[in-house]
C-alpha cells in the first residue's frame, strides 16, 4: 500500500533528502511488493523524461572494455590481500559496511593513514578490511583510537578488545572483543551492525546503548539519540521440533527465550519466515502449536 | 542477494549499461559524466561484492545508486560553480528511429502539460526541485516557507504527476522494455 508517509519518502528520495535511515525504509518498501516496485519506477520513469527526452549515444562496448579491465585488475588485487579468506568471508559476509567519517582527527595525533583498499592484519589480531576512504592509527596513553573516512570491516580480537575504539566525531563504537560493521552516510547519523561478539556504541552526552551479535542500530545527532532496529530474520522449518526453533530464534536475535514446558519441545513446526521481527515469529508459533508467549523483560517465555 | 561472480557482473552491466546512462543523463545533462557515474555504480559494486547484500531488485538497487551517485555530483559541481546546464544542449544528439522520437516528443508534451496543470505552489516548488537541483533547504529559503512544505508540494507534484501520466507512461514504459530486449 502507497501511503501519505511513502509519498513523502519517495518526495526526499527523488530530491535527494534521502537519510541513510530513509534508505533503509525505502528499500524495506520497495521490497515488499512488485505493487511499490511498479510505482517506484512509474515516479523513476516520469522523473527521468522531464530531465530530457534526448539522449547522445552511450558506447557501450568502451564501456564494457573498462569494466572488463577493472575486473581483472581488482581481482589480481584481492588475491594478493588474501590472507585467512575463509575466515574473512564468514566474518564479513553478516556484515553490512563501515562508513565512518572522521571529524576530530587532529586531537590524537594519527600514526599512520592507510589508503589503499585491502585486508589488513596487525600485530594486535586487529583485522580490517578497508573497502574505500582511509583509515588513520594513533595512541592518546591508555587506549587506541581507529579513525576511518570511507568504508571499511572491522575484526578485533576479544583479549585485545577492550582498549579500542572506533571513533567518529563524538561518537563511539567501544568494541568489546567482536566482529561489528557500521553504516554513516551523513555526519548526522551513524549506522552499526554487529556481526560477532558485542560493542557499546555511545556519544559524549549520551550513555548510548549495548549491541550484541546480530543486532544493529542508529544514532541521529539531531536528537542525541541511540535507537536499537528491529530485527528481521528469514527462517524456513520444516518438521523443525520446537526446541530446534527456540534455539535458531535465540542464536539470531540473541534474546533469551525460555521454554517452560519441557513436555511440548519435540512437537514439530513447518512454517517459512521471511523478514519477520521475533514477536510476530512467536507469535505464530504459539498459534500453531497451541501454545502461549508471554514478553517478560529482555526476554520472552512460551508455556 | 550478492554478485561474486565475474559472468553475472559483466552480464548485468550489458543489459542495464545503456538504460542506466540516459537516467543519468537525465540529471547530469553530460555525457561523460553520466557514464562516468554508472561506471562508478558499478564498479563499487564489483568492488563490494562480498559486503554489498542486495535486499531489493537489482534494477531498483542500480537505479538508486544511479540517483544517488547523480545527486551527490550535481551537488558537487554545484560546490565547484562548473554546473552548467547548457552542456546538455551542446552533446550531439542522435535520432536514427522515427518512432523513438514520436514516442519521446509526445511523452515530452504530455509531461510538459502535465506539469502546467499541477496547482501554482506545487508546480513552483517542484520545478525548483526538478530542474533546478535546489536542496529543500535552498527552496525553503527562496519561497519563503518551511522545508516540511516543501517535501508536501514535492510528495504531492509527484502523485498527481503520476496519476495525470499514469496512462501514457505504461505506453512509454513498454516501449521501453522492448527496446531493451532488443525486439523492437
Avoid at chain 1, 588485487?77 to 582527527?105: E, Q, Y
Avoid at chain 2, 525548483?128 to 518551511?146: P, T
Amino acid at each position: 500500500m502507497v501511503t501519505n508517509d511513502t509519498d513523502r519518502l519517495l518526495a526526499r528520495y527523488f530530491a535527494g533528502e534521502l537519510s541513510p535511515q530513509d534508505r533503509i525504509r525505502l528499500e524495506k518498501w520497495l521490497a515488499e511488493s512488485q505493487e511499490h516496485e511498479e510505482y517506484f519506477f512509474e515516479l523513476t520513469s516520469i522523473y527521468q523524461n522531464m530531465g530530457t527526452g534526448e539522449y547522445p549515444p552511450f558506447d557501450v562496448q568502451k564501456a564494457i572494455e573498462i569494466i572488463e579491465e577493472h575486473i581483472n585488475k581488482t581481482s589480481l588485487k584481492t588475491l594478493s590481500h588474501k590472507r585467512k579468506p575463509l575466515a574473512w568471508i564468514i566474518g564479513a559476509a553478516a556484515a553490512v559496511a563501515i562508513l565512518f567519517f572522521i571529524f576530530n582527527r587532529k586531537q590524537d595525533n594519527p600514526i599512520t593513514t592507510i589508503t589503499e583498499k585491502g585486508l589488513y592484519s596487525f600485530a594486535d589480531s586487529t583485522r580490517i578490511n578497508l573497502i574505500e576512504g582511509e583509515v588513520s592509527f594513533s595512541k592518546n596513553g591508555t587506549r587506541d583510537t581507529i579513525y576511518l573516512k570511507g568504508k571499511a570491516s572491522f575484526e578485533m580480537n576479544s583479549e585485545k578488545a577492550e582498549s579500542k575504539i572506533v571513533k567518529a566525531g563524538n561518537i563511539y563504537v567501544k568494541d568489546i572483543g567482536t566482529k561489528f560493521t557500521v553504516e554513516a552516510n551523513t555526519p548526522d547519523s551513524v549506522y552499526v551492525s554487529v556481526t560477532e561478539g558485542e560493542v557499546l556504541f555511545y556519544s559524549d552526552s549520551n550513555t548510548g546503548i549495548n549491541l550484541k551479535m546480530s543486532q544493529s542500530g542508529y544514532y541521529l545527532s539531531k536528537n542525541n539519540k541511540f535507537y536499537k532496529e528491529t530485527m528481521r530474520g528469514n527462517f524456513q522449518f520444516k518438521g523443525t521440533t520446537l526446541s530446534e526453533v527456540i534455539n535458531q530464534l535465540n542464536t539470531f536475535y540473541g534474546q533469551q527465550i525460555e521454554l517452560k514446558d519441557k513436555s511440548v519441545q519435540d512437537l514439530p513446526i513447518t512454517v517459512t519466515f521471511t523478514k519477520e521481527d521475533l514477536s510476530t515469529i512467536l507469535d505464530v508459533v504459539a498459534i500453531t502449536l497451541n501454545l502461549k508467549v508471554d514478553h517478560i523483560g529482555d526476554g520472552y517465555t512460551i508455556e | 542477494m550478492r554478485l561474486t561472480d565475474k559472468g553475472t557482473h559483466e552480464a548485468l552491466f550489458k543489459r542495464w549499461y545503456e538504460p542506466l546512462c540516459k537516467y543519468a543523463y537525465s540529471i547530469l545533462k553530460d555525457q561523460f559524466e553520466a557514464e562516468d557515474a554508472v561506471q562508478k555504480v558499478f564498479f563499487k559494486l564489483w568492488d563490494d561484492r562480498l559486503n554489498t547484500s542486495i535486499t531489493v531488485s537489482i534494477k531498483s538497487y542500480l537505479y538508486m545508486a544511479v540517483h544517488n551517485i547523480c545527486l551527490n555530483r550535481v551537488k558537487q559541481m554545484k560546490v565547484q560553480q562548473k554546473h552548467n546546464q547548457q552542456i546538455a544542449l551542446d552533446e550531439p544528439v542522435e535520432h536514427n528511429e522515427v518512432y523513438e522520437s514520436i514516442v519521446e516528443k509526445e511523452l515530452n508534451y504530455k509531461i510538459t502539460m502535465a506539469i502546467a496543470q499541477l496547482p501554482p505552489r506545487c508546480r513552483e516548488v517542484f520545478e525548483l526541485s526538478r530542474f533546478e537541483m535546489m536542496s529543500y533547504k535552498e527552496i525553503a529559503q527562496e519561497l519563503a516557507i518551511s522545508p516540511n512544505t516543501v517535501e508536501n508540494q514535492i510528495a504531492k507534484a509527484l502523485k498527481l504527476l503520476r496519476e495525470n501520466l499514469k496512462e501514457f507512461i505504461s505506453v512509454v514504459v513498454l516501449y521501453y522494455l522492448i527496446k531493451l530486449i532488443g525486439l523492437w
